[in-house]
């Protein structure tokens, strides 16, 4: 299973019989079994509950009523997204035995289409994190690299899932790169929708203005499917946008003749790692080719990137985590003396040390008298970055930079430097605190062998173009074919097809 | 280590953790007073930026209040709630139909 095909080629394998459904997801399993032990991507492996589905799914096929392009698709799915009846711990110990008595609305709607889900895939605490080892259920191991590798984060687990062959695809959420910073650095395709496009319902809060749900899959033909499948109003969820949903599949095949693309400069910064900044502009350059037009264009506030994100999703959080208290669900501290006791105790021993340091942060940027001059005045620059990329969309149709500033790093060495871990996350939050779509689709690997992604931005619900544009690179390039065992299936020469 | 600049002591530190109901040891607060002044320093560079006259953004996207139907026991979307037993199923210690808590009023 090593060559786990994409949705899009399972599908035509089940419509024709060549496969069975059933035989995909035990396939699936047993793979997962093999290679659970080295890599840790599932917290929960749901095998009972994925036969299941699988069979019924079968059953459709076996009764030429399977419709939907994910009827018996096995998918991994970012355990901070409720699961009725299955446990749903946020790689938490306060959530370790916390078991939804709902869905998310985005499981509601993959159950309604057939799709089988594997398991619920490893995360930073609390999505908290870039780099997935900040789960109370230990780290996740990039299948690139020998497993020396972390797989980025907070959606380490899903996109070292879809990497590794142990789900067709996942879903991860995104607050300020969650999702394409993993997709990244694992060899993956990574999108985060526009804030509003997909219903949060059931996703569980980190920073509520900023959280995202979106594919991780191994084509951008899938994630049009995947996309199109959770995209779409929600009455649950009043933040999701009632904006109607084109059929993602059809601009696959337009090309970029014709189209504007952005190049920022200040995406382009000293000190960069120097493999990825060459990938990134050799893949601009192929797109050029494939018949865009390049434009220069400036967003001036981005080196405040970093600094505005973490006051404001701090901030978020630590409101959002004020419910983790001990009484109504999730942990509580033994034997506690009084309720103040309880509470101190429960959320001493039930948080890792990265969420209560962001818990601390966004406290301390909330408190009375600090308020001004941490949470507001990073809410004014948030503003700045909205018209930064309002500016740059008045003259291109999608945006063109770097995923990550640099490859994925070893384990362990970031755990002890905070900031540091946060840097990684300059290029892909400006996108989150602007609300807008992007994508990061493989771009190249560096000499060590790790992954590079290219990420596409473009104006708010414009995914089609960021489909559009994704998918012409891969109809270019080779790059998303290639698996971890280092060996390319089908490709040729640098990548390029040459 | 913070390069000496101290824009939080640890006494706020331990002054916020009681406000975040966060119990901390003395290594965990030493520790945290450490990196905390660390990423604050960083995090002044937002002064630099002009923000004079600029609206703050809670919210990327306008939104208006949306109502649900004034019904008990259903979602905006016309799903049901959770029973009371679902909702209580995950409480750590329940009597009866109640959540259970150290006595707060002797």
Not at chain 1, 100 to 125: H, S
Request: glycine content about 8%; overall charge negative; aromatic content about 6%.
């Amino acid at each position: 299973m090593s060559s786990m095909r994409p949705i899009h080629v399972l599908r035509e394998q089940l419509v024709s019989g060549t496969l069975n459904a059933v035989a995909l997801t035990e396939a699936v399993l047993q793979h997962v079994d093999a290679v659970e032990p080295e890599l840790n991507t599932y917290v929960t492996v749901t095998a009972e509950q994925a036969r299941q589905q699988a069979a019924e799914a079968a059953d459709a096929f076996a009764r030429g009523v399977a419709r939907s392009p994910l009827q018996g698709i096995p998918l991994a799915i970012k355990d901070n997204i409720c699961t009725k009846g299955v446990r749903t711990t946020c790689a938490s110990r306060i959530l370790e035995r916390f078991v939804p008595p709902y869905d998310a609305t985005v499981m509601q709607r993959l159950q309604a289409a057939g799709a089988v889900m594997i398991g619920k895939a490893n995360m930073d605490e609390f999505a908290m994190g870039s780099s997935t080892e900040t789960s109370h259920f230990g780290a996740t191991r990039n299948p690139w690299g020998h497993a020396e590798y972390v797989p980025g984060g907070s959606s380490g687990g899903p996109a070292a899932a879809v990497s590794a062959g142990l789900g067709a695809a996942a879903l991860g959420s995104d607050t300020g790169g969650s999702i394409r910073q993993p997709a990244a650095m694992t060899g993956v395709v990574g999108l985060k929708p526009t804030y509003g496009r997909v219903s949060r319902f059931g996703l569980v809060a980190f920073a509520s203005s900023l959280d995202q749900i979106g594919p991780l899959t191994q084509d951008v033909h899938d994630a049009a499917l995947l996309l199109q499948a959770i995209a779409g109003h929600d009455p649950n969820d009043s933040t999701s946008g009632d904006v109607a949903v084109p059929d993602y599949t059809e601009v696959l095949d337009r090309g970029v003749r014709g189209l504007k693309l952005g190049v920022p400069r200040e995406y382009f910064v000293a000190g960069m790692n120097a493999e990825v900044e060459a990938a990134v502009r050799a893949g601009i350059e192929a797109l050029r080719q494939a018949g865009a037009e390049l434009i220069d264009v400036s967003l001036p506030h981005t080196p405040y990137a970093v600094a505005t994100y973490y006051i404001l999703a701090n901030a978020e959080a630590s409101a959002n985590l004020a419910r983790y208290d001990g009484v109504r669900f999730g942990f509580r501290a033994a034997e506690p003396a009084d309720l103040s006791d309880m509470y101190m105790r429960t959320r001493a021993e039930g948080f890792g040390a990265e969420v209560k340091r962001r818990i601390m942060l966004g406290t301390y940027a909330l408190s009375s008298g600090y308020y001004d001059a941490y949470y507001k005045k990073a809410q004014q620059v948030r503003t700045l970055f909205r018209q930064d990329f309002q500016r740059a969309f008045a003259d291109c149709d999608a945006l063109l930079t770097p995923v990550s500033p640099t490859p994925a790093f070893r384990l362990g060495e970031r755990l002890d430097d905070p900031l540091q871990m946060y840097l990684a996350d300059i290029f892909t939050i400006p996108m989150n605190l602007a609300g807008i779509p992007a994508l990061s689709v493989p771009c190249g690997l560096t000499t060590d062998g790790l992954p590079i992604g290219l990420q596409v931005a473009a104006p708010p619900f414009r995914e089609d173009v960021l489909l559009q544009v994704g998918a012409t690179f891969e109809s270019i390039t080779d790059f998303h074919t290639l698996k971890p065992d280092g060996l390319p299936v089908t490709c040729k020469g640098d990548g390029y097809g040459l | 280590m913070s390069d000496g600049h101290i824009i939080i002591s640890e006494e706020q530190v331990a002054h916020v953790a009681r406000l975040a109901r966060l119990g901390l040891d003395a290594d965990e607060q030493r520790r945290l007073t450490d990196q905390l002044n660390t990423i604050l320093t960083y995090m002044e560079q937002l002064s630099e930026v002009p923000t004079e006259d600029v609206e703050p953004t809670a919210h990327v996207f306008d939104l208006v209040n949306v109502y649900r139907a004034d019904e008990t026991g259903r979602r905006a979307g016309g799903t049901s709630l959770a029973s009371q037993e679902a909702a209580l199923s995950n409480a750590p210690e329940t009597e009866q139909h109640f959540f259970v808590v150290p006595r707060i009023v002797e």
